[in-house]
């Protein structure tokens, strides 16, 4: 018998600055942006099997 | 038992200067509205121009990106996703993307650009996973 993995997915981060200036006001707006978890969608893509619901 | 795995800088090194050989001489970052994939990434918001090399050598597994153009036409929409990717679509990284809340923007109109507006990023980091 094997025991279930509990290890927290450990995640590349992506950080940046960002500066939208609206043509309508000429007004400059920043914002710090982060990388949120990687979507189910791109972890299958990559490989990942999505985690099975266990039997009775 | 569970653990946690980590890596040596020498391996996180290596794998964030995969995202800079991926983008080879025409790195892009690119916005994109909800719904997008590595796969199939969805529309893009605004796509800026990456510099050639995109950064130098990695260093404690973050790869800090040199100097970005802005895209001073921005085709608009709600950012939710980006992408780095090469011009021609060859992907290196697909990520969402959310604000962390430390920026402070009055009467702000948040991640929603709309067609024409001017896009920029001054500081983009990569940091390969521990």
Same mark, same amino acid.
């Given at each position: 018998?094997?025991?279930?993995?509990?290890?927290?997915?450990?995640?590349?981060?992506?950080?940046?600055?960002?500066?939208?200036?609206?043509?309508?006001?000429?007004?400059?707006?920043?914002?710090?942006?982060?990388?949120?978890?990687?979507?189910?969608?791109?972890?299958?893509?990559?490989?990942?099997?999505?985690?099975?619901?266990?039997?009775? | 038992?569970?653990?946690?795995?980590?890596?040596?800088?020498?391996?996180?090194?290596?794998?964030?200067?995969?995202?800079?050989?991926?983008?080879? @001489?025409?790195?892009?970052?690119?916005?994109?509205?909800?719904?997008?994939?590595?796969?199939?990434?969805?529309?893009?918001?605004?796509?800026?121009?990456?510099?050639?090399?995109?950064?130098?050598?990695?260093?404690?597994?973050?790869?800090?990106?040199?100097?970005?153009?802005?895209?001073?036409?921005?085709?608009?929409?709600?950012?939710?996703?980006?992408?780095?990717?090469?011009?021609?679509?060859?992907?290196?990284?697909?990520?969402?993307?959310?604000?962390?809340?430390?920026?402070?923007?009055?009467?702000?109109?948040?991640? @929603?650009?709309?067609?024409?507006? @001017?896009?920029?990023?001054?500081?983009?980091?990569? @940091?390969?996973?521990?």
């Amino acid at each position: 018998m094997t025991e279930p993995s509990n290890a927290a997915a450990q995640d590349a981060v992506l950080n940046m600055t960002i500066h939208i200036t609206r043509k309508a006001t000429g007004l400059t707006e920043t914002h710090e942006l982060v990388s949120g978890p990687v979507p189910v969608e791109d972890a299958i893509a990559l490989g990942a099997t999505p985690e099975q619901p266990e039997e009775a | 038992m569970a653990g946690t795995t980590t890596h040596p800088a020498a391996i996180r090194n290596a794998f964030a200067d995969l995202i800079t050989s991926t983008c080879s @001489t025409t790195g892009r970052l690119v916005f994109r509205i909800t719904g997008s994939t590595a796969t199939s990434p969805s529309t893009p918001v605004a796509t800026l121009t990456l510099s050639n090399p995109i950064g130098a050598g990695a260093a404690a597994g973050v790869l800090t990106l040199s100097a970005i153009s802005s895209d001073t036409n921005a085709a608009g929409g709600v950012i939710a996703f980006a992408t780095l990717q090469t011009a021609a679509g060859t992907i290196a990284c697909h990520t969402t993307v959310g604000t962390s809340g430390d920026a402070i923007n009055i009467n702000s109109g948040g991640l @929603t650009v709309t067609a024409g507006d @001017t896009v920029a990023c001054s500081a983009l980091t990569y @940091t390969a996973c521990p």
